[in-house]
């Protein structure tokens, strides 16, 4: 009975930590597009890339379709010539004359994490003031790119980031990762930054002055951190330059997958997390609302107890779950599918648990092992 009440409590203080974040999030102006700036600064926009998923073409269009009334280029990195990014970027440029606008390839590897490695490269042919780093499978709702750069017009604005999701969820596994990120990631980014300053950055979308990026050692000091974004936030947050949220949001279009491949891409997530932020991570499984109170749930008939309360976190939890969706995806209708929560949380304790289990991944079908702090080193 002892065990039962403590599963009861950790049900009910998850429940209360969904709440909160449910609040903080309710909050924040999300989807709105900022005032311009009188006078806007030139932008760099640095895209390293590899290969060619189904959405690159559109993904990469977005950006030169992007109305911004300051200067800007674009510099689209790629490992090889032979890159099937390649002939993606070509017929873009093609269709875009008017944006100035080249594709670069980068074949030097000073370290293990290609992306940082091709961002190396790039920031030394970058010519204006801000430069903005953005994955491959971002897409650019119009106004994004002015609303990650006008925060920096602000003093002691040192990098601006931006919340994302995937606004298709598709079905199957790759649904429930759909799930994670428009319910609980940026949900959860707010409830971290109502506790402290943000001292991290996230990768998708990330805009900040030149001059900051080379005073930190630009991204050839971080050639061997699998987390870079993280460990970019954290060097700028040390200078004593403050890291805003852009109120729009980019949207990420991830490339159909198998489940062992997302179940990697969750594993690898968890344990550059569980290397980064060790305690925050340890904490986050109290979070998991579904997890605790389908414990209690099984207790309660176990010991055949009354099972409502807990039927009531679960519901709570849905909903919760839904209005969290419909905030960050007003387009896109769940219906009774939201229930599927339930599946991903419980998916998501056990990748948690997985994260604990070991220390390499897979990335890019290399295997890495990932040391303390998120260094990366070649496993065996």
């Known amino acids: 009975m002892a065990f039962f009440w ?3 409590a950790l049900a009910v203080l998850s429940s209360l930590l969904q709440l909160w974040q449910w609040a ?5 102006p999300l989807h709105q597009a900022p005032a311009t700036p009188t006078a806007p600064p030139s932008i760099s926009l640095l895209k390293p890339l590899h290969g060619a998923d189904p959405s690159l073409e559109s993904c990469l269009e977005s950006w030169f379709l992007q109305h911004y009334p300051g200067q800007r280029e674009v510099l689209m990195g790629v490992h090889r010539p032979d890159d099937a990014a390649v002939a993606v970027v070509k017929a873009v440029m093609a269709r875009h004359p008017d944006v100035d606008a080249r594709l670069v390839v980068c074949p030097e590897r ?14 030394q042919l970058a010519r204006h003031d801000v430069v903005v780093v953005s994955d491959a499978d971002v897409l650019a709702r119009p106004g994004l790119l002015m609303s990650a750069a006008a925060p920096l017009m602000s003093p002691g604005v040192g990098l601006v980031n931006c919340l994302y999701r995937n606004p298709e969820p598709m079905r199957g596994v790759r649904g429930l990762e759909a799930l994670s990120l428009n319910v609980d ?6 409830q971290s930054r109502s506790l402290a300053k943000q001292d991290f950055a996230l990768g998708a979308v990330m805009a ?8 930190v050692g630009g991204f050839r000091g971080l050639v061997d951190q699998l987390a870079d974004d993280f460990h970019l936030g954290r060097r700028i947050r040390g200078r004593g ?35 980064c932020r060790p305690v925050p991570f340890f904490l986050s499984i109290l979070s998991n ?6 414990g209690s749930l099984a207790c309660a008939t176990y010991l055949r107890v009354s099972p409502w309360p807990w039927c009531a976190l679960l519901a709570l939890r849905v909903w919760v779950a839904g209005s969290l969706h419909r905030r960050m995806c007003p387009e896109v209708r769940l219906g009774a599918s939201i229930a599927r929560i339930w599946i991903k949380d419980l998916a998501s304790a056990v990748v948690w648990a997985a994260a604990f289990l070991g220390n390499t ?5 290399r295997r890495f092992r990932v040391q303390p702090g998120g260094t990366l080193a070649e496993a065996s």
């Open 289 to 294: 609302g579904s997890a605790w109170a389908l």
């Open 110 to 123: 000073p370290g293990l994490n290609n992306k940082a490695c091709t961002l190396a490269r790039l920031e």
């Open 6 to 8: 403590v599963i009861g």
């Open 241 to 275: 330059l403050e890291i805003e949220l852009a109120t729009m949001v980019a949207d990420c279009i991830e490339a159909p997958a198998r489940a062992a491949e997302v179940w990697q891409h969750q594993v690898r997530w968890a344990r550059t997390i569980r290397a």
């Open 24 to 28: 903080v999030a309710g909050r924040f």
């Open 208 to 215: 900040l002055r030149r001059s900051d990026l080379l005073a």
């Open 361 to 365: 991944v897979e990335w890019r079908g």
């Open 185 to 190: 990631f940026w949900s959860q980014v707010l």
